[in-house]
Nanobody
Framework: QVQLVESGGGLVQAGGSLRLSCTAS????????MAWYRQAPGNERALVAF???????DYSDSVKGRFTISRDNAKNTVYLQMNSLKPEDTGVYFC????????WGQGTQVTVSS
């Protein structure tokens, strides 16, 4: 059974930092494209950052220079370091894994107060 378990969300003031983690089980993690998505209230889920199995990385324009995605294949974990947080970063953050099938975590809430 495949599981993606996110952690690290919470309430933080604008300008603060959080580090999200997503630990996978039931998949050969190192083979998977991994990504973080954000769903703000009333909005669709949107891509924040991704990292391929070869280490290619990209970010949405709204988080470039503030967020860093990384992966530790030995720990089956992908991270999202979020710095200089803004109120518009508020939302539920979902972990996504893709090879031939898409898998999603349950999400972790991030709330940035002004």
């Amino acid at each position: 059974q495949v599981q993606l378990v996110e952690s690290g969300g919470g309430l933080v003031q604008a300008g603060g930092s959080l580090r999200l983690s997503c630990t996978a089980s039931g998949i050969i993690f190192k083979m998977y494209y991994m990504a973080w998505y954000r769903q703000a209230p009333g909005n669709e889920r949107a891509l924040v950052a991704f990292i391929t199995r070869h280490g290619t990385i990209d970010y949405s324009d709204s988080v470039k220079g503030r967020f860093t995605i990384s992966r530790d294949n030995a720990k089956n974990t992908v991270y999202l370091q979020m710095n200089s947080l803004k109120p518009e970063d508020t939302g539920v953050y979902f972990c996504h894994a893709k090879l031939y099938t898409d898998y999603w975590g349950q999400g972790t809430q991030v709330t940035v107060s002004s």
